[in-house]
C-alpha cells in the first residue's frame, strides 16, 4: 500500500488565521477566548467563546458579510455559502497555496474532498423562520444549500472543480477525524491520489449555545479560566468555530511533485462506545479500543508514541473517560507519551476539532516541537501517572497520536509519523 | 396644472386596478429592506406601483432588480436600456440567479410567478413585456421561438447557397439571427480579388431575410389566414449605412423591429453588429407581403413544433425535478 502523506495545511482558526500565528499560538500557549459580545445579555448564562477575528458574518445575508484582506468571493459563490462554507474556502486558498497545486491537479478524477461541519444552525434558522411567516416560495433559493450539514462538500466541491470523490462526514466532534480516516483509505487503496479534508464550523451562537441546556459548556465568566483540560476546576467546553483544510497525498505524488510533506499518515482507528448518544463511556471503553486499532494498524508499540493530541474537551466526565482509555493504553510509566489538550487555548471547534488538531500534529511534527496542555492548576487525580505537559516542549515527536470522540460514542485514533 | 397621473384625487379619478392591499408604512419599511441592495430610483419606483398601481413603474422596479443581480462589470449593458440583451449570454444570469430575480419581483410587486412561465424568459425585453402583461392581467406574449438552420430553410422561400441566416429566435417584439460568413461564399471569389469581403448589399439582404421570416413567424394575421411565403418582395428601404468591413470569420448578429405593418406593406429597422462593433444600419426597410388560406398554406407550420434542443435557462429543468440535484 503506498504511503500517505500531509503536504497542505489551511488555518482559519481562532488562534490564528495563518499558519505562521496558529505554530505562534501552539508554541506560546497563546488563547483565542474572549467575553464574547453576542453572550453579553442577563439572559445567556455563558460568556466565553473563541471568535474567529476578521470575518463579519452576523448577518443573515451573505453580501453583508466582511473578510480580511486579500479574500474576496464573488456574489454568485457567496449565495450558498454558510460562514463555515466562508471559513473552508479561504483555509481551501492556503492550503492550495502551501501544498503549490496547480489548477489541473486540483480539478482531476484521481483528487477528492471530504468535509464535516454541522452545516449552519443559524441560517437553517432564518430560513425556516422566514418560511414560516411568509411563505414557502420566499426562502432564499439556496437557503437549504447553504444551512444543511453538507454545505461544506456541496460548496467546496463546486467552487473548486473536484471531480474525485466527494462526501461528509456527520459523527459530531468525530466528524473530521472520520473524514481524513477514509481520505486515507482512499488512498492508501489506490483509489485518489490526493484528496483535500476539511472541518469547519460556524462558531456563532447559534452553533454554540444549543450545547447549554445538556450542560456542557463552561460557564466561567474569565476568558483566561474557561476551558481548563484536565484540571480539577474544568467545567464545560468553550465553542469556537472557523475551517481546517489538510492536503493529503501519496508518496507517488509527492515524489513526482518534489515537495516536503509535514509528515506521514500512519493509519487510523475506529470505534464506537455503544453506550449512550450524548456522554462518553466512563472508562473510555470506545476510545481506548480506536486507539488499539490505529495502533495495530500502524505497527506501532504503545511506547513509541512520543505525544498525543488529546480530546479532552473540558467537560468532567469527558476528560475522565479519556484519561482511563489513555491509562490502559500506556501502561509503562516510563514510556509514557507527552499528552496535551491544545482545546485549552483553541476552544472546541466541534466537528472542526479533529482536522484543526491533526493540522496542529503536522505542525509539532514538522517544527520540532510540543504544544502544552494550557491552564492547569490541580491537575484531575484520575489523570496522576499520564506525562499531561503543562509547558510547550522543544523536541519534535517522531509518533504521534490524535484523539476524537463524538456524540453516539463515536471515537476515532489518527496516527501520524514523521515523514 | 398637468395632473399627476399616479395621484388619483376627484372622485371622478380612476385608480388603477390590480393592487387591493393598502400600502402601510410598514409594507414601505419592508419594501426598503426588500430593495436595499438596488438603486434609489428602483424603491421609489416599486413605491410608486406599491401606492398607485400604475404599471408604468414596473419597467423600471425590473430593471432594477436585474440590475442588482448582475455583476457589476455587466451592470453597464442594462444602462443601454436594449430589450434584446440576452439574460443569460450578455448578463451571466444563470437559472439560480433567475430564481433570486423572481423571488424579490414576487416580493416587491406582491405577484406570483409560476416556473413554467419562466421557460420562455430570454431577454430583458421578454422579462419586462411579461412581467407588464402580469400586472394588465393582459394575456401572456407568445414565446420567443427559436429556430435552427433546418427550421429557417423549411421555412423560408430563399434557399442556400442564397440564404443568409444560420439561426434565428422570433418574438413578436422582433427577430434575431446570426450568420458567419464562411469564405466559401460563392460572391467573395470576386468581391474582392484576393481580398474577400461581405458585400454591403448582401447584408441588407441578410436583414431582409430576417425580415420574410419574422412575417412568416410572429406576424399575426386574420384568422384562418397565414402569409404566404411566395407573395413577399423587397420594396425599399432608406438610411443604410456600413460601418465596418466584414471578412470571412465574422459572425453576424442581426436583428429587426417591425416599426409599422399595413397590408401589403411591412416596415422594419435593422442592424448588424459583429460582437460589440456596429457593422451596419437600416433606418428602414419595406417588404410587401400577401395572405393566403391557412388550410391551403405550405406543411411548414407543422415544424413550428419541433422542440428546442436544449433548454435556454434551465428553468424547465428545476419545475420538472431534474435539475440541481437533491
Known amino acids: 500500500m503506498p504511503k500517505v502523506y500531509i503536504t497542505g495545511l489551511g488555518f482559519i482558526t481562532s488562534i490564528g488565521n495563518d499558519r505562521a500565528s496558529v505554530t505562534t499560538s501552539l508554541r506560546e500557549l497563546r488563547h483565542g477566548f474572549e467575553r464574547y459580545a453576542p453572550f453579553a445579555g442577563p439572559e445567556v448564562p455563558v460568556k466565553v467563546a473563541a471568535p474567529v477575528r476578521g470575518f463579519q458574518m452576523d448577518s443573515t445575508d451573505p453580501e453583508d458579510w466582511t473578510f480580511p484582506k486579500g479574500y474576496t468571493i464573488r456574489r454568485e459563490v457567496l449565495r450558498g455559502m454558510s460562514p463555515n462554507a466562508v471559513y473552508s474556502w479561504c483555509a481551501m486558498q492556503q492550503a492550495i497555496a502551501d501544498a503549490r497545486l496547480t489548477p489541473a491537479e486540483i480539478s482531476n478524477p484521481q483528487t477528492g474532498l471530504y468535509a464535516a461541519s454541522g452545516g449552519s444552525p443559524f441560517l437553517m434558522g432564518h430560513m425556516l423562520q422566514r418560511m414560516h ?23 467546496l466541491v463546486a467552487h473548486f472543480g473536484i471531480k474525485g470523490s466527494s462526501c461528509g462526514f456527520s459523527s459530531a466532534c468525530a466528524s473530521s477525524s472520520h473524514a481524513l480516516g477514509f481520505a486515507y483509505d482512499d488512498l492508501a487503496l489506490g483509489r485518489q491520489k490526493r484528496m483535500f479534508i476539511v472541518g469547519a464550523e460556524d462558531g456563532n451562537p447559534d452553533a454554540i449555545l444549543p450545547f447549554a441546556s445538556m450542560r456542557a459548556l463552561s460557564l466561567q465568566t474569565d476568558p483566561n479560566l474557561a476551558s481548563r483540560p484536565f484540571d480539577t476546576g474544568r467545567d464545560g467546553f468553550v465553542g469556537t468555530g472557523g475551517a481546517v483544510v489538510l492536503v493529503l497525498e501519496t508518496e507517488d505524488e509527492v515524489a513526482r511533485r518534489g515537495v516536503t510533506p509535514y509528515c506521514e499518515v500512519a493509519g487510523w482507528g475506529q470505534a464506537s462506545d455503544g453506550h449512550n448518544v450524548a456522554i462518553s463511556h466512563p472508562d473510555g471503553h470506545g476510545l481506548a479500543a480506536a486507539i488499539k486499532l490505529a495502533l495495530a494498524a500502524t505497527n506501532t508499540p504503545a511506547e513509541a508514541v512520543d505525544y498525543v493530541n488529546a480530546h479532552a474537551t473540558s467537560t468532567p466526565i469527558g476528560d475522565t473517560s479519556e484519561a482511563r482509555a489513555l491509562k490502559s493504553i500506556f501502561r509503562t510509566p516510563a514510556t509514557r507519551p507527552a499528552i496535551s489538550s491544545t482545546k485549552a487555548i483553541t476552544g472546541h471547534g466541534l466537528s472542526l476539532a479533529g482536522a484543526m488538531e491533526s493540522g496542529f500534529c503536522a505542525l509539532a511534527i514538522r517544527d520540532g516541537f510540543m504544544p502544552g496542555s494550557a491552564n492547569i492548576t490541580r491537575l484531575d487525580p484520575e489523570c496522576e501517572g499520564l506525562n499531561i505537559i503543562r509547558s510547550t516542549l522543544p523536541a519534535q515527536p517522531r509518533v504521534v497520536l490524535n484523539n476524537v470522540s463524538g456524540f453516539g460514542g463515536a471515537n476515532v485514533s489518527l496516527v501520524f509519523r514523521q515523514a | 396644472m398637468v395632473p399627476n397621473p399616479d395621484q388619483p384625487t376627484g372622485p371622478e379619478a380612476k385608480p388603477f386596478i390590480g393592487l387591493a392591499k393598502t400600502f402601510t408604512p410598514e409594507d414601505e419599511a419592508a419594501l426598503r429592506e426588500s430593495l436595499k441592495r438596488c438603486s434609489p430610483s428602483t424603491f421609489e419606483a416599486a413605491v410608486q406601483y406599491r401606492r398607485t398601481g400604475n404599471p408604468e413603474h414596473v419597467p423600471a422596479v425590473v430593471i432594477g432588480v436585474i440590475e442588482r443581480f448582475v455583476e457589476p462589470d455587466l451592470r453597464v449593458k442594462l444602462k443601454e436600456a ?52 402580469k400586472i394588465r392581467g393582459l394575456p401572456l406574449p407568445k414565446p420567443t421561438k427559436f429556430l435552427p438552420v433546418e427550421q429557417i430553410v423549411a421555412v423560408m422561400p430563399i434557399q442556400p447557397p442564397f440564404l443568409f441566416l444560420n439561426e434565428a429566435s422570433v418574438s413578436s417584439s422582433g427577430a434575431n439571427g446570426k450568420y458567419k460568413i464562411t469564405g466559401q461564399e460563392f460572391f467573395l471569389q470576386g468581391h474582392f480579388k484576393d481580398n474577400p469581403v461581405m458585400p454591403a448589399s448582401i447584408m441588407l439582404e441578410a436583414l431582409g431575410q430576417l425580415g420574410v421570416l419574422f412575417l412568416l413567424e410572429g406576424v399575426s394575421t386574420e384568422p384562418g389566414k397565414v402569409v404566404s411565403s411566395s407573395t413577399i418582395f423587397f420594396t425599399g428601404c432608406e438610411g443604410v449605412r456600413a460601418h465596418r468591413i466584414c471578412r470571412p470569420g465574422d459572425i453576424l448578429s442581426i436583428s429587426i423591429k417591425p416599426k409599422r405593418t399595413k397590408m401589403p406593406l411591412a416596415t422594419f429597422e435593422g442592424a448588424i453588429r459583429v460582437g460589440q462593433e456596429k457593422a451596419a444600419i437600416v433606418e428602414e426597410f419595406t417588404l410587401t407581403f400577401g395572405l393566403e388560406d391557412a388550410a391551403t398554406a405550405a406543411p411548414a407550420a407543422q415544424l ?16 420538472n425535478g431534474t435539475g440541481p440535484n437533491a
Open chain 1, 133 to 155: 411567516q411568509q411563505g414557502v416560495m420566499k426562502c432564499s433559493p439556496l437557503g437549504i444549500i447553504a444551512s444543511i450539514s453538507g454545505t461544506l462538500n456541496f460548496n
Open chain 2, 82 to 133: 436594449d430589450d434584446d440583451l440576452r439574460l443569460i449570454d450578455d448578463l451571466g444570469v444563470d437559472s439560480l440567479t433567475m430564481m433570486e430575480i423572481v423571488v424579490l419581483v414576487e416580493d416587491v410587486l406582491q405577484m406570483t410567478i409560476n416556473n413554467d412561465e419562466l421557460r420562455n424568459l430570454r431577454t430583458v425585453g421578454d422579462v419586462k413585456l411579461f412581467i407588464d402583461c
Open chain 2, 304 to 319: 413550428s413544433d419541433v422542440p428546442r434542443p436544449t433548454s435556454i435557462t434551465g428553468l424547465g429543468q428545476i419545475a
